[in-house]
């Protein structure tokens, strides 16, 4: 453990060149860790001692399914009540420090790689009772209920959660899931895709799912829309549906980040309720 990237803030000096890699187009942006200074940060309401970098919000024209925060909680700061949205589902991912999460009156000391799904309508809380910060990834949803189906809270680890290797690729490309694909319970997910040096998705991924990636470790050249763009640990890529996607992992390690997508329902153009 202790290979996950996490902002640190900061502000850079007056002899900083100010150009950067941040780049926002209609199919995607690119969020560098360069960026993530303190003068870019966010109080959150219900927490003390706390700030974060709200680094997706849904957008009109652009995606429209999520948001996604680096939380950072000091040392006696946090929240006994976190999410005020009962219709809203999250998972928080701990990138440093230890963490515990009050859930429904239960606690969980959740350390580096310590992955919650919080389902829609559990109460629900965390704090920091060390003496060093705690930084976690908090990414929100609507949670598109489905008649027969119900999503239930969880709290793991991703050391806990075997990566499976996807088809014909000889374990250089790995997907840990923290949910199986074919639960239909849940309308999204969150999981960690990781990239041996040289592994590559060998194609344009092109479909309906939006897409959050924060790179949580290594580099590699991403294929986004037409543009191919180097993306190292810290840095996020936040596509658009139907955004053309690709990947070369350009080592020397290996490449991993943190992903969000959209998936398991129908796509709804009247408004009314889906049978189950």
Known sequence: MGNLYYPTGGLPPQSHLTTERAIVTEAYTVIPKGVLTDIV???LPGFTNTRSWI???P???FATTFSQLIVEVGPGGGAPKAEFESGVEGVIFVVKGTLTLNLK??????????YAYLAAGDEWGVENT???IATFHWIRKAYDRLEGYEATSFVTNEKDVEGVAMPDTDGVWKTQRFVPSDDLAHDMQVNIVTFQPGGVIPFPETHVMEHGLYVLEGK????LNKDWVEVEAGDYMWLRAF???ACYASGPGQFRYLLYKDQNRQIKLTGAPLPG
Do not use: N, W
Request: glycine share 18%; charged share 15%; aromatic share 4%.
């Open 220 to 223: 590699a050249m991403y294929l």
């Open 243 to 245: 955004c053309p996607q």
């Open 41 to 43: 940060t966010s109080l």
């Open 105 to 114: 009156g239960e606690q969980h000391v959740m350390e580096e790689g310590g």
């Open 59 to 61: 957008i009109s024209g």
């Open 55 to 57: 680094i997706a919000r």
């Open 130 to 132: 060390t003496g060093d």
